[in-house]
């Protein structure tokens, strides 16, 4: 029998190692961008086309490779940046472990110009799939341009497995902003089909943050530092009353790299814990630095994870240092509750004239005169009628209603209706007037049981299908704004705007571009006239960017969904009767009466059969 083992072909290796490293355009991105500052760069283009599908172009002026080394670097194993077992210890590049360009090659047609600074001409090679095409004497500027191009294009599984542009870009700006926070010194622009969505010059570290993230950011961080032997640590958070909806700005970076780590960011929220509400994510960019011999790196190539040798201490240095931070900028949030009138009086001077309080009736004043304009008659278009096939299934009697909200995904498939078989007399003849328990549920019957419900929840529904039939039949009643407001945004989040003006158009906004990523907000929706303008729009950006693929119907639930959670908060909490009568009255005119747009339930109802039951 003859052996059978035999080693593989490099290219074939290549592509093995490929599968790891190189996932999606993004981890390509990410790669090419810390090459670029490993080679000491101090300005890094970035060209992106069909969100990396097609063109990967990173220029960088950095020090550029010899016309061997140029060769040479798309060798597996082939780095110039650790040399021996020793130096995994002490790893201060963000590179170390030479595959990348090889794996990039291996999956893509590249081509590299380079050119060190002492040398009167630079080196062009082209490669396709690891096989080099030419090898040319090229003239070029000093430092790097590689061009990564079609990437994939021999691996029809893994280029079909990609997803949607404007995802696959995000994965791609994500990556682009995890380098660019942790140089602030080098200057960077990122062009996306042709556009510029970046330009960052050179800068402090702040000055950055804002760059990258809007100018309101200067108002809203604080900074943090502390050094200590275990570890420096510096950077900023946001203050209390800026925190998120979404898991958004939470940054940690390490020895320069950006990390995850789920015990430092237990540390941040625990900092932040009874200052910002439970369901909201705190915005923090906490830069560590340790000494290398602390802190493994080289736990998998496209992990951001990373262990620390004294991680406990760690975790109690940043809970501290941003503890100290939160107390010295003073920055604990306003009371939610209306302020009491101060108790400090002042002393009365000495020879004030005291007189004596007049009382003022005014004999036509007739308190019930005054129409109670309830929550719910507010502005919100005009409700559709429904008619009773849409009523009777309403009326399912419960059934275990086992949902899943991740498979909430299209508003049509709901799988089950609490209630159905339901007579349209029952409602008005056997309710119970409803009562509230603990400022918040509302309790009430029909004939059947007793449901108890959420008001908060229940609003969320009740605007979510309203938002939903106007924006379906494009008659959103807008409120134009006497003052038009101006928002300037993030590039990504002006570049989301722009591509999504008609959505937002359907929901009531009447925005236009106004100057570099500004834009102007003429109308809201009618819905909205007590909100901040800035906040409520920013909020919605922030449930876009969340979630998976999106067309322009997922678009649409995403702005509704956004919408009603946001304005179904109040601060009031006690309910009069007659709003009560209307929130219930309302909740079951809809739809989906049971579950709020996420799939959470806004009612719980336990038939008087299960009541008998359990009392035997
Ligand atoms: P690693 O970064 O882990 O060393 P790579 O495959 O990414 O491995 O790169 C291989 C080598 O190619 C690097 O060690 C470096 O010497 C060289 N190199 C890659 N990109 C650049 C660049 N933009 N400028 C100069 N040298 C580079
Ligand atoms: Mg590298």
Redesign the pocket.
Same mark, same amino acid.
């Given at each position: 029998m003859p052996d059978l083992i035999h080693l593989l072909p490099d290219a074939v290796a290549n592509q093995i190692a490929a599968g790891e490293v190189v996932q999606r355009p993004a981890s390509a991105v990410k790669? &090419?961008l810390?090459?670029?500052v !490993?080679?000491g760069?101090s300005h890094i283009k970035l060209i992106i086309k069909d969100a990396g599908k097609s063109l990967i172009q $990173?220029i !960088?002026n %950095?020090? %550029? &490779?010899s016309e061997r !080394?140029a060769r040479?670097? +798309?060798e597996r194993h =082939? #780095? /110039?940046?650790i040399q021996n077992a020793n130096d995994l210890m002490s790893i201060h #590049? &963000? %590179? +170390?472990?030479?595959? =990348? &360009?090889? /794996?990039i090659a291996s999956i893509a047609q590249i081509e590299l110009k /380079?050119r060190r600074i002492d040398d009167e001409v630079g080196t062009c090679i082209i490669i396709e799939g690891s096989e080099i095409k030419s090898q040319s004497p090229v003239s070029t500027p000093e430092? #790097?341009s $590689?061009s990564v191009k079609n990437l994939f294009f021999d691996v029809p599984a893994r280029r079909n497995f990609l997803k949607s542009n404007s995802l696959e870009l995000k994965y791609i700006v994500e990556e682009f902003l995890r380098v660019a926070l942790v140089n602030p010194e080098i200057a960077f622009t990122f062009y996306n089909q042709d556009r510029i969505l970046h330009q960052v010059t050179s800068s402090t570290l702040k000055q950055r943050l804002v760059a990258l993230f809007g100018n309101a950011y200067n108002q809203r961080l604080i900074p943090v530092v502390q050094e200590t032997g275990i570890v420096n640590i510096h950077g900023f958070i946001g203050k209390p009353e800026f925190v998120r909806k979404t898991r958004g700005e939470q940054y940690f970076f390490a020895n320069g790299r950006f990390i995850k780590n789920p015990y430092l960011h237990h540390a941040v929220e625990n900092a932040f814990q009874q200052l910002i509400p439970k369901d909201s994510f705190p915005v923090y960019f906490i830069y560590l630095t340790v000494d290398p011999k602390t802190i493994d790196v080289n736990i998998h190539p496209t992990k951001t994870e990373v262990n620390f040798q004294d991680v406990k201490s760690i975790y109690a240095i940043l809970l501290s240092a941003i503890r100290q931070s939160i107390g010295k900028f003073n920055i604990t949030p306003s009371l939610d509750f209306e302020q009491e009138p101060s108790m400090e009086i002042p002393p009365l001077p000495k020879n004030a004239v005291i007189n004596q309080p007049v009382i003022k009736v005014d004999p036509d004043y007739n308190p019930f005169e005054k129409k109670v304009k309830t929550q719910f008659e507010i502005t919100l278009p005009p409700r559709v009628k429904v008619n009773e096939d849409q009523w009777k299934p309403l009326y399912d009697p419960l059934k275990d209603v086992h949902f899943k909200p991740e498979t909430f995904e299209n508003e049509e498939q709901v799988p089950q209706r609490i209630f159905a078989d339901w007579d349209q007399d029952e409602k008005l003849t056997d309710r119970i007037s409803p009562v509230q328990v603990q400022n918040r549920y509302i309790v009430s019957s029909t004939q059947r049981g007793i449901v108890i419900l959420d008001p908060q929840k229940a609003r969320e529904r009740i605007i979510y299908e309203r938002l939903m039939s106007a924006m379906e039949n494009n008659q959103a009643s807008m409120q134009h704004q006497l003052h038009p407001q101006t928002i300037l945004l993030s590039p990504e989040d002006f570049e989301m705007t722009m591509e999504m003006i008609e959505v937002f158009g359907r929901a009531g906004f009447g925005i236009r571009e106004f100057g570099k990523n500004t834009i102007l907000v003429e109308a809201i929706p009618a819905d909205c006239i007590d909100e901040n303008i800035t906040d409520l729009f920013e909020r919605i950006l922030e449930d876009l960017k969340t979630g998976t693929d999106d067309g322009k119907s997922r678009q649409q639930i995403k702005v509704a969904k956004s919408l009603s959670k946001s304005l179904s908060f109040t601060r009031k909490t006690k309910l009069q009767p007659e709003e009560m009568a209307s929130v219930i009255e309302q909740l079951f005119a809809c739809k989906v009466p049971d579950l709020t747009p996420d799939g959470t339930p806004t009612m719980i109802f336990i038939g008087f059969e299960e009541l008998n039951k359990k009392f035997k």
């Open positions: 790669e &090419l810390e090459n670029a !490993d080679a760069a $990173i !960088d %950095g020090c %550029g &490779l !080394d040479m670097c +798309f =082939a #780095t /110039s940046k #590049t &963000l %590179g +170390f472990r030479g595959e =990348a &360009l090889a /794996s /380079s430092g #790097t $590689i």
